[in-house]
């Protein structure tokens, strides 16, 4: 199993393969007891998925796109912006954790404070969210992400590729959308929210 030393020195995502029959919220809040310095993930197989923390480029782009998400959600306050540190349960059994995401407060209501204190017992998906890509990420496994979210039932997934300055728009409806040097996103399922680019490209 890989360690905490793995984690701080490895630039890349470790992926850890359970033997046997597990508890999937059990093992998955071990896991996050065990590395706390690192984002934990878990995949519809079981797979525990460990990545290192963030550096400071790719936190403030993550961060930047949350910040908007943020102060649209409270000028909304229909609902409650999140940011990287949060963790979803997906219907096939993952565990993902968005950037930034947005869902409505009567979807959280309904889930009652007590499974919003945990990490393991909510089961609804956001409305919308963000992905953004660190320098370490595969595009091809990043628009999977998407996908997956996408079959989870979130209604808009927005991946943003700080390289080459693409935005990548997913939908439930099934659509598709590509925008080279993208200077903004406009969604299509929060009412004036417009994701501005150009902080999220800013090179120092």
């Known amino acids: 199993m890989a360690t905490a030393a793995d984690l701080l020195y490895t630039p ?24 706390p310095e690192a984002k934990v993930e878990m995949d519809a197989e079981g797979n525990i998925i460990l990545t290192p923390g963030n550096s400071e480029d790719s936190a403030f782009r993550s961060g930047e796109a949350f910040g ?10 229909t609902g409650r912006a999140f940011d990287a540190s949060v963790n979803f349960n997906l219907p096939s059994g993952a565990k ?5 995401a947005w869902v409505p407060k009567t979807v959280l209501q309904m889930e009652g404070a ?15 969210l963000i992905e953004v890509m660190s320098p370490s990420d595969k595009l091809p496994n990043q628009q999977a992400k998407c996908v997956e ?14 390289d080459t300055k693409t935005a990548y728009v997913y939908r439930l409806d099934g659509s598709y ?28």
């Open 12 to 35: 890349a995502t470790i992926t850890i393969t359970p033997g046997g029959c597990f508890d999937r919220d059990a093992l998955f809040e071990a896991a996050c007891e065990l590395y």
């Open 149 to 162: 979210w996408i079959e989870a039932g979130v209604k808009e997934a927005v991946l943003l590729n700080p």
């Open 114 to 128: 007590a499974n919003l204190r945990t990490a393991t017992k909510t089961r609804h998906v956001p409305v919308f």
């Open 68 to 77: 908007q998400l943020r102060d649209w959600a409270r000028k909304d306050g």
């Open 177 to 204: 959308e590509e925008i080279p040097d993208a200077v903004a996103v406009e969604s299509t399922v929060l009412p004036g929210f417009s994701l501005d680019c150009g902080p999220i490209w800013e090179e120092l």
């Open 96 to 100: 993902r954790q968005p950037d930034a």
